[in-house]
């Protein structure tokens, strides 16, 4: 089933890191399609909650070195 969420994150603050947040959201399996906004401070990721939840999505930009507020 198809989701959209969008996540307030730290540490961004240039197209290196929306780069790099957008590509590792987007190599998991089941994220149809991400979008970092660095001057928002956020990310907005469509998903197949089939394949992937929220959990993961959250892990995946930690491990890329950004902070996800408020979960």
Same mark, same amino acid.
Request: net charge negative; with cysteine.
């Given at each position: 089933?198809?989701?959209?969420? &969008?996540?307030?994150?730290?540490?961004?603050?240039?197209?290196?890191?929306?780069?790099?947040?957008?590509?590792?959201?987007?190599?998991?399996? !089941?994220? +149809?399609?991400?979008?970092?906004?660095?001057?928002?401070?956020?990310?907005?990721?469509?998903?197949?909650?089939?394949?992937?939840?929220?959990?993961? +999505? +959250?892990? &995946?930009?930690?491990? &890329?070195?950004?902070?996800?507020? !408020?979960?």
């Amino acid at each position: 089933m198809k989701n959209e969420i &969008t996540l307030k994150v730290s540490g961004m603050s240039c197209n290196h890191c929306k780069h790099a947040v957008e590509s590792a959201l987007k190599k998991l399996a !089941g994220v +149809i399609s991400a979008e970092a906004f660095v001057k928002e401070g956020k990310v907005a990721v469509s998903f197949d909650s089939d394949l992937v939840d929220k959990k993961d +999505i +959250i892990r &995946t930009i930690e491990e &890329t070195g950004y902070d996800v507020e !408020g979960e």
